[in-house]
């Protein structure tokens, strides 16, 4: 509970027969915070954050001050807060390391005598395992089952650990395989508007109600903005520092406000809606902004079309797409059988708030206003290459054959086709291979689900059939889906067409789209064939969805069975057919196309409560296989020394139960000399694993065949894979070794050439400490935690630079490495260095305060030196704290033993 409160806004609401403590907007606006109430709906949210957390250091009168400045600035004076979520949500490629994490707090608090059952999360945390099902079987009945049993058998050591975890953590929740996409797993159960904490208070133990708010390790956390929660993605770093109850540091944003009104008319769906927003939001720039949605056009979307709308935010650019709560949100919340005490408290919180929107509603402040009306809004699909990049359906042939020639070099009409092996058919550019109903984006969406399954029975009844060639799938991203797509009879005529259950997970939108056949594959291969999926997922970038496929489409799931039946996109669906039908006659998409009317009538019937109930009523205990996974260990893990998934890492290793000091940074040398706009993604793993590379290698060492090396991601908890992987871009250039590709550097003084950490560990074997030199946007791109993990297990103590992504940043200083920032536009260039110089910084080790002037003493080979003063860019006091710990992790730890 907040020891301050400035603005005098602890307040009581009474809802049925409980009391709650709540920190309200209305007293704040009366005792001092003048205009609040013309906020937009998302900075209330952060703002009653602010009063709720008000403890005169992370949070301070100063702080929440602010928010009256924002809105004389309209959002254009950039101010830092520190804003606490009040739970975070995992999936499983990114959950792993966080729990890695804390199993390893546990060893060390057991080392230095401390209370093992403290290392917990303090808020709520759920993991949902989602991304590791891949679309190996399809088009058949059996298909659900063996991708499953294969999914147990790759990721058994991964789902072991989980499995411990799920039992040894409070505060910590497991959401089994085969349940669904942790996005949708949020909107449909675990998300609740409003949150509630039982707290002990001067007064006794009280119940505090305050917005439902959150942070992911998944970029798509935003579709839960359409249920009015506010949450975006974040890096591990921040998600563990949140979980660990340590304040998330933020810039208050601009919002740009995205008028709708109108309807859409009959024909459109959900997904032409959001394709259309992302092109306009794309066009206007709104990266590192929110965006908050209002107008009489909202009255006319479902709360399902509003989470297909927040879900693509990443792809729009922002960093959340807000809804505010109305009353749709309660219809949603009740269809969903949320607990009708939870419902109520929602309409009265937000009412007393000042958060409920009524159509009299006067519209909020916003930075920049957009404005659409929902009735221009046509079919639409996006692609070859960019979520943004929309084109009509009526216009989709054509610019196929435009992209054909200017991006993929090849005759804009080609008819070329080329003999499939052991096959009665041919291929050509532009055939679909891949028609996948995938993602939570679109499977969240009853209506367009529904939509899918009545033009499949339409499609079935005229006697069609899917192209031989295309690889069909539907992976849904709930069970609730699965069952009332078999309430409603619509499974049945889907299977008919190859659409048959593939698994309820993130499959085919992040690449699990699992291998073509082998001959589709190879003829591909062979005559360099511009093959095409349609999926209706939200990303469709140039290798993501599979190796093969080169153009990449996003549509609506009933497009995906369109585009099943046609077979290709050289295919005009809104003039030219389908295919022919069983009476000989052809079949046009306006003939199987099903109407509003029709979806909503069997949406009424199948879409019930009693569908959520049996869904998730016992959503933690999982299915048979999951119930059968051995748990490993008590209160502590039993690490597997064999294992190439999951150990435990060095970050503890020697911890005291005090700080030492920091040792200064004596006759440093370089490991890398880097240019400007370097990403995360140039620093961090990712991908495939190469057999020649380190991290290869030491798979080989541990008997893992290549077959089995997986990727980067699935081993995210094992460090000794990691930090191989890590700056092993094959696109990265380190200007020690002039016009050469890759992770490699110089080692000195022998001046050989050497992958990044085989010199970095020759480095350690001589006590050399290291420092990494580079541009400017040091870091950009999304926030990965191997990034500032990889770089500090390396060895490196300080990066230098002359300007950093200020996530990155931040997460650098969570793992004990010291930013620093040239001055006066000075440059590594500037200062001729080759990599062969030696560096040393004073005052690590006492004095360190945030953003202080410090100099570094750069020595060259024949001797001179150069003076060159830099910014300390450890920003806040409890940066500070972080760093002199040697990272958040050891200062929560020691935290907790104290």
Not at 168 to 176: D, G, I, K, L, M
Not at 259 to 269: D, H, S
Not at 401 to 423: A, I, N, Q
Not at 444 to 463: E, T, Y
Request: aromatic share 8%; glycine share 10%.
């Amino acid at each position: 509970m907040t020891s301050h409160d400035s603005f005098k806004s602890r307040k009581t609401l009474q809802v049925g027969d409980t009391t709650y403590t709540y920190f309200s907007i209305v007293e704040a606006e009366k005792n001092g915070l003048e205009g609040i109430s013309k906020l937009p709906y998302s900075m209330k949210v952060l703002l009653e954050n602010l009063l709720r957390n008000e403890d005169g250091r992370t949070v301070t009168k100063e702080h929440i001050g602010f928010f009256v400045n924002w809105l004389s600035s309209q959002g254009k004076d950039e101010k830092e807060i520190a804003f606490r979520p009040a739970r975070v949500l995992m999936q499983d490629f990114t959950g792993v390391p966080a729990v890695v994490d804390l199993a390893a707090m546990r060893d060390a608090m057991a080392k230095i005598g401390g209370p093992v059952e403290k290392i917990n999360p303090l808020v709520p945390v759920d993991l949902v395992i989602d991304h590791s099902v891949i679309v190996d079987e399809f088009g058949t009945p059996k298909a659900f089952d063996d991708n499953v049993a294969l999914e147990y058998q790759r990721n058994g050591e991964r789902y072991k650990f989980l499995r411990w975890g799920q039992g040894a953590f409070n505060n910590f929740r497991v959401v089994p395989p085969g349940t669904g996409i942790c996005h949708q797993v949020n909107l449909e159960y675990l998300s609740q508007t409003v949150w509630t904490r039982e707290e002990d208070s001067y007064d006794g133990k009280i119940t505090v109600a305050y917005p439902d708010t959150l942070v992911g390790t998944d970029s798509h956390t935003t579709m839960v903005n359409g249920l009015a929660v506010l949450g975006w993605g974040v890096g591990g770093i921040e998600a563990e520092a949140c979980m660990l109850g340590q304040p998330l540091s933020m810039l208050l944003p601009q919002v740009v406000g995205f008028k709708l009104t109108g309807k859409l008319k009959e024909g459109r769906t959900a997904t032409d809606l959001v394709l259309t927003v992302t092109q306009m939001l794309r066009k206007l720039g709104v990266v590192n902004k929110f965006v908050e949605f209002f107008g009489p056009g909202l009255d006319a979307l479902s709360l399902a079309d509003r989470a297909t709308i927040s879900n693509m935010a990443p792809e729009y650019g922002a960093t959340c797409g807000f809804f505010p709560v109305d009353g749709e949100t309660l219809n949603y919340l009740d269809a969903s059988n949320r607990d009708p005490a939870r419902i109520a408290l929602v309409k009265a919180y937000a009412e007393a708030q000042g958060m409920f929107r009524l159509a009299e509603s006067p519209d909020p402040m916003f930075t920049e206003t957009l404005d659409l009306d929902l009735g221009d809004v046509v079919p639409s699909l996006a692609g070859p290459k960019r979520p943004q990049d929309r084109v009509t359906l009526e216009s989709a042939k054509n610019g196929f054959h435009v992209s054909l020639e200017k991006e993929f070099k090849k005759p804009g009409k080609s008819e070329e086709r080329f003999k499939v092996e052991e096959s009665n058919f041919d291929l050509g550019h532009g055939d679909v291979v891949i028609a996948a109903i995938t993602s939570c984006t679109n499977t969240s969406n009853p209506n367009v689900m529904m939509g899918a399954g009545l033009l499949a029975r339409k499609a079935v009844a005229k006697g069609l059939k899917t192209k031989p060639w295309v690889k069909t799938s539907l992976s849904p991203g709930s069970q609730v889906v699965g069952e009332y797509l078999e309430k409603s009879g619509l499974q049945a005529d889907l299977d008919a067409l190859g659409f048959n259950l593939t698994g309820y997970g993130c499959m085919t939108c992040i690449g699990n789209s699992g291998p073509l056949p082998a001959p589709i594959s190879t003829a591909i291969n062979d005559h360099d064939i511009v093959a095409a999926a349609v999926i209706s997922g939200n990303r469709n970038f140039e290798g993501r969805v599979n190796p093969d496929v080169k153009a990449n489409y996003l549509a609506s799931p009933p497009l995906v069975v369109a585009y099943a039946l046609a077979g290709s996109m050289n295919v005009d669906l809104t003039t030219e057919p389908l295919g022919i039908g069983s009476d000989g006659q052809p079949v046009y998409l306006r003939d199987i196309w099903p109407s509003k009317e029709e979806v909503e009538s069997l949406h009424k019937k199948s879409v019930t409560k009693e569908v959520f109930h049996n869904r998730y009523g016992n959503v933690f205990q999982g299915d048979k296989h999951w119930q059968t996974v051995e748990r490993e260990g008590g209160e502590t893990y039993r690490w597997m020394p064999g294992s190439t998934y999951v150990q435990n890492p060095p970050y503890f290793e020697g911890l005291t139960k005090a700080p030492l000091p920091i040792a200064d940074i004596e006759n440093a040398h370089i490991l890398a000399l880097l240019g400007d706009s370097i990403t995360t993604d140039h620093i961090s793993p990712a991908g495939s694993i190469k057999a020649a590379s380190p991290a290869g290698k030491y798979l080989l060492e541990h008997q893992v065949r290549p077959a089995d090396f997986n990727q980067y991601g699935t081993r995210r908890g094992n460090h000794e894979v990691m930090m191989r992987g890590t700056f092993a871009n094959i696109r990265i250039k380190n200007q020690m070794l002039p016009g050469v590709e890759g992770g490699m550097t110089k080692h000195f003084p022998s001046g050989e050439a050497l992958p990044i950490y085989d010199a970095a560990m020759l480095y350690k074997q001589e006590g050399v400490p290291l420092v990494i030199f580079a541009g400017k946007e040091y870091g950009t791109g999304s926030s990965r935690d191997w990034a500032a993990k990889g770089t500090r297990l390396l060895g490196v103590r300080a990066v230098i630079t002359e300007s950093f992504e200020r996530i990155h940043r931040s997460n650098l200083v969570g793992m004990g490495v010291l930013p620093l920032t040239f001055v006066d536009g000075m440059t590594w260039a500037k200062l001729d260095l080759k990599g062969g110089e030696t560096v040393s910084i004073a005052g690590l080790s006492s004095g360190l305060k945030p953003r202080l002037e410090m100099e570094a003493v750069i020595t060259h080979g024949d001797g001179r030196q150069d003076r060159v003063p830099l910014i300390c860019r450890i920003d806040t006091m409890d940066e500070l704290d972080y760093f002199n710990n040697g990272g958040i992790l050891p200062y929560v730890l020691r935290s907790l033993a104290a």
